[in-house]
């Protein structure tokens, strides 16, 4: 066994066993920061399998704002925890749900393992076409260019879930502030932090999403890393939440799908088809997206984790 | 070269792997906040050797992302989910 | 002159693998959360700083470098302040233990 196999292995193991420890974790609190070691060690994996692009999104996602999301959860189900504690799901109940997540878990097992060799893929013919668009990444070029309707689509999808959770508010809060005020010592240590954090996570943000043409990066993790920035400023009391009923959260909202959609209605009748981009403009104008959609993750993915709306003032 | 990195990624992770268990078994929440930062320091010191041994410079990204993530999800478990940062208020310029 | 940045590589990384086993042992070893915090912040930054030195040399460009560096400075600030609050949510946690 050679080196670089020992550390893939010891790598493997740590994961599952930090998943293992997540599930046995007797308080949900624990778990929720379990998920957020997980989430943020996954991108050594994806890495060591090539995938950047996939790894700056699960460091951003997974391990940032989705750890967080389950997070803010667990706290809030905190103080009824104990109470239900008494009505934990029964024995057979967990045993049939190992049983079926043991067989999801071996199916994904064999299909990956008995793939035929070499795997039927398209990302060779990816690759050769990156010309027609002029970007170094062939992420961004499948993502932007010979798959935009899904990522057209997956952004009309987080609006759609936003105003799932809007939804949730009573019905005279709406249009109101999400999330309670949050107070810190504007001399602490918090405020500092954000104070000196901040411009700094903002500048990588934008490289991310700068960097996405030609290397690994692009609009979705460019703009979680800035939505998660905007997070920090709320949480260390620096700024309030937007009442979600002001035009310009609504306008930022839909700038991302609203522009998209234009690029490619304007295909639709100036080209030969639904988000076909003139050869020689193809450049700009997919430029001119990923800045609409980076700001909209921004503040789809900030209110989001905000929340519902909770007060008026 | 590339056989040195190899190995000082493995012992990182071994380093990794053990704290972990130990931070994450701590009796109190603040022992499991630690698992952010652990992952935040652990965790970037065996990108950055596996972005070198694996010849992935855009690894480094993924390490100024984890940085600031795990900043990030430090300070929500810090916080604990409440609007004020408990403790905080009057002592937090007191001290030595 | 290469190899002279290698040898530079190889007792940078090595002393910073040697923190990281510093401050593990710490954090194994040591009797309570504040202790172990200690551990956690000091010397593994210190090894992290120490890998980022190591693998200055080999960086591809002066770009990549500063990336380098920024990285190390960003964990530093987090790790610093970062620390402060899980010291006070530990203080609050109870008597240490």
């Known amino acids: 066994m050679t080196i670089a196999t020992t550390y893939e292995v010891l790598l493997a193991v740590m994961v599952l066993g930090l998943a293992v420890w997540i599930v046995a974790a007797r308080e949900t609190f624990a778990a929720a920061e379990g998920f957020v070691a997980y989430g943020l060690l996954l991108p050594l994996i994806w890495v060591r399998l090539g995938s950047v692009d996939v790894a700056l999104a699960e460091a951003a996602i997974g391990g940032g704002l989705g750890g967080v999301l389950l997070l803010s959860a667990a706290a809030r189900l905190r103080s009824t925890e104990m109470a239900v504690a008494a009505a934990r799901p029964g024995r ?47 992420v961004t070029n499948v993502l932007m260019a010979f798959r935009a309707m899904d990522t057209l689509l997956e952004k009309v999808v987080l609006l759609l ?63 979680t890393i800035l939505a998660a920035m905007w997070l920090l400023v709320m949480m260390a009391g620096l700024t309030d939440a937007p009442e979600i009923i002001r035009r310009w959260v609504r306008l930022t909202l839909v700038a991302g799908p609203g522009v998209f959609l234009v690029v490619g209605l304007g ?20 430029v001119a997206i990923e800045i609409a959609m980076t700001l909209t993750v921004a503040a789809t993915l900030g209110l989001l984790m905000a929340g519902p709306p909770e007060r008026r003032v | 070269m590339t056989e040195f990195f190899t190995g000082a990624l493995g012992f990182i992770l071994v380093m990794l792997a053990l704290s972990l268990v130990r931070v994450l078994r701590g009796p ?60 905080v208020g009057q002592d937090s310029t007191e001290g030595p | 002159m290469s190899v002279a940045l290698d040898v530079v590589t190889i007792v940078a990384v090595s002393g910073g693998a040697f923190f990281f086993l510093a401050g593990t042992i710490g954090l194994l ?69």
């Not at chain 1, 639709?268 to 104008?285: D, M, Q, T």
């Open chain 1, 92 to 138: 057979t109940l967990h045993l049939t749900a190992a049983i079926f997540s043991a067989i999801v878990a071996l199916s994904l097992v064999a299909v990956v393992l008995f793939l035929p060799e070499p795997a039927p893929t398209l990302a060779p013919t990816a690759v050769e076409n990156s010309a027609a668009t002029g970007l170094g990444n062939p």
């Open chain 1, 267 to 286: 295909g639709l009748l100036l080209g030969n088809a639904f988000l076909a981009y003139p050869a020689a403009y193809a450049k700009p104008l997919i």
């Open chain 3, 29 to 97: 070893r040591f009797p309570d959360t504040l202790t172990r915090l200690h551990a956690l912040t000091k010397a593994d930054n210190l090894g992290l700083g120490l890998i980022v030195l190591g693998l200055l040399p080999q960086a591809a460009s002066v770009r990549d470098g500063l990336k380098l560096l920024a990285v190390w400075f960003l964990v530093l600030l987090a790790g610093a302040t970062v620390s402060q609050l899980i010291a006070r949510v530990a203080r609050q946690d109870g008597p240490p233990g």
């Open chain 2, 28 to 87: 109190n929440d603040a022992d499991r906040m630690m698992a952010a930062q652990l992952i935040g320091t652990g965790g970037i010191a065996a990108l950055l050797l596996l972005g070198a041994v694996t010849d992935l410079p855009a690894a480094v990204d993924v390490a100024l992302t984890i940085a600031l993530l795990a900043t990030f999800a430090s300070i929500a478990m810090v916080k604990k989910g409440s609007p004020r940062l408990d403790g």
């Open chain 1, 161 to 223: 879930a936003l105003v799932g959770i809007w939804s949730l508010a009573p019905e005279q809060l709406w249009g109101g502030r999400p999330g309670p005020r949050h107070e810190a010592d504007p001399r602490g240590v918090l405020a500092f932090l954000a104070r000196l954090l901040c411009p700094l996570g903002i500048v990588i943000g934008l490289y991310v999403l700068w960097a996405g043409a030609d290397y690994p990066g692009g609009a979705f993790q460019g703009g």
